[in-house]
């Protein structure tokens, strides 16, 4: 049975950092785009990065690019999302999210139609 399972959600301040992590277990095939997506309230959900478990490329939405970096550790089944100098507006419910990347890419990677397995979501509250 599959599991997706966030955290490292916190409340901080303005300028900080926070490391989110994500631990997944019981998925079929071995190569899966991951995502990590945030919602904030009366929002979309919106892609923040992704990484190709095949290999280490990876992508940030433009709105986080130079603060967050996606990173995975395939020896722990692990996805993580440093996020540096945090606003406000960074403020929102972060999940992790993967999908088999049956063609070896992770094409429309933003779109959260596109994955299948979804984490419960950690908690990420910046202040000014």
């Known amino acids: 049975q599959a599991q997706v399972v966030e955290s490292g959600g916190d409340s901080v301040q303005t300028g900080g950092s926070l490391r989110l992590s994500c631990v997944y277990s019981?998925?079929?095939?071995?190569?899966?785009?991951m995502s990590w997506f945030r919602q904030a309230p009366g929002k979309e959900r919106e892609g923040v990065a992704v990484?190709?478990?095949?290999?280490?490329?990876?992508y940030v939405a433009d709105s986080v690019k130079g603060r967050f970096t996606i990173s995975q550790d395939n020896a722990k089944n692990a996805l993580y999302l440093q996020m540096n100098s945090l606003k406000v507006e960074d403020t929102a419910m972060y999940y992790c999210?993967?999908?088999?990347?049956?063609?070896?890419?992770?094409?429309?990677?933003?779109?959260?139609?596109?994955?299948?397995?979804w984490g419960q979501g950690t908690q990420v509250t910046v202040s000014s």
């Open positions: 999210a993967l999908r088999i990347a049956y063609a070896g890419n992770c094409a429309r990677w933003a779109a959260p139609s596109m994955y299948t397995y």
């Open positions: 019981g998925l079929p095939g071995s190569r899966y785009c």
């Open positions: 990484i190709f478990s095949g290999g280490s490329e990876s």
